[in-house]
């Protein structure tokens, strides 16, 4: 499945990269959030923002921060198809740049990963 972002013109699907970064947002006038954008990386350079990480990540935005992750769905759930569907574009991402030894907060991130029921563990 293919997403087409209307500000740059850009095909993002899976298999994309994106680069997580910890931005300081204006919610209201004069009112300011911290979120988690997500950048699609084509050839190696960040191009615009394409999508947010949702709020349960952001207390550990100031690990992900600058990380690349790669969009994938391996998901046969027709629930979790149906979601995506429905919100244009949610989907999952596996963080791909390099491996911190001893970086617990990141292994807990990895072991959060769910497995559709269909799926077998490796």
Do not use: P
């Not at 300081?24 to 923002?49: K, M």
């Not at 992750?69 to 995506?84: G, L």
């Not at 244009?88 to 990141?106: F, K, Q």
């Amino acid at each position: 499945m293919l997403w087409y972002h209307e500000c740059c013109g850009t095909l993002v699907g899976y298999n994309a990269v994106v680069r997580f970064e910890k931005r300081v947002v204006e919610t209201r006038e004069n009112q300011y959030a911290v979120i988690g954008a997500a950048r699609l990386v084509l050839d190696g350079i960040d191009q615009c923002t394409v999508g947010r990480l949702g709020s349960m990540y952001d207390n550990v935005l100031n690990h992900l921060d600058g990380r690349l992750a790669q969009v994938f769905s391996d998901s046969t759930s027709q629930h979790k198809i149906d979601y995506n569907t429905t919100n244009n574009g949610v989907c999952s991402a596996i963080i791909i740049d390099r491996y911190v030894h001893g970086d617990g907060v990141m292994n807990a991130l990895l072991d959060g990963v769910n497995l559709d029921s269909s799926d077998e563990e490796v």
